[in-house]
């Protein structure tokens, strides 16, 4: 009985959710991530050029902190903060670098 319990509290703690927490960066796309869209000219703001990049060559909104860049699980979301600083309240999975979004708001 002892060992059944301590396999079924090892097992709960293992299989916890990751916590959550919040990010703050800019929304950007994939393709231009950090290296910035004056290269794309997709538009003469980076807004533009973010959501042209979306619909025109099937780039995916992502989170730019200035160190890492991560993918985002919400895709509509992330349209109205185009190349906006914001913060991102989510779980990150650490193996896919993939925020699953809770919320996206303007940063503070």
């Known amino acids: 009985m002892k060992y059944l319990i301590l396999s079924l509290l090892a097992v709960t703690a293992l299989s916890a ?7 703050t960066g ?4 994939d393709m231009c991530g950090t290296g910035g ?3 794309m ?4 703001t980076d807004a533009e050029c973010t959501t ?3 619909s025109a060559h099937g ?3 992502v989170l730019d902190d200035g160190k890492n860049v991560y993918a985002l699980s919400d895709q509509r979301t992330p349209e ?3 190349a906006r600083k914001v913060s991102v309240v989510g ?3 650490a193996k896919t670098r993939t925020i699953q979004v809770d919320s996206i708001r303007p940063a503070k």
């Open 80 to 82: 109205q903060f185009a």
């Open 17 to 23: 959710a990751p916590p959550t927490q919040t990010f």
């Open 37 to 39: 869209h004056a290269r």
């Open 26 to 29: 800019t929304i950007t796309d």
């Open 52 to 54: 042209a990049c979306i």
């Open 41 to 44: 000219r997709m538009g003469p």
């Open 91 to 93: 779980t990150l999975d």
């Open 59 to 61: 780039a995916t909104y």
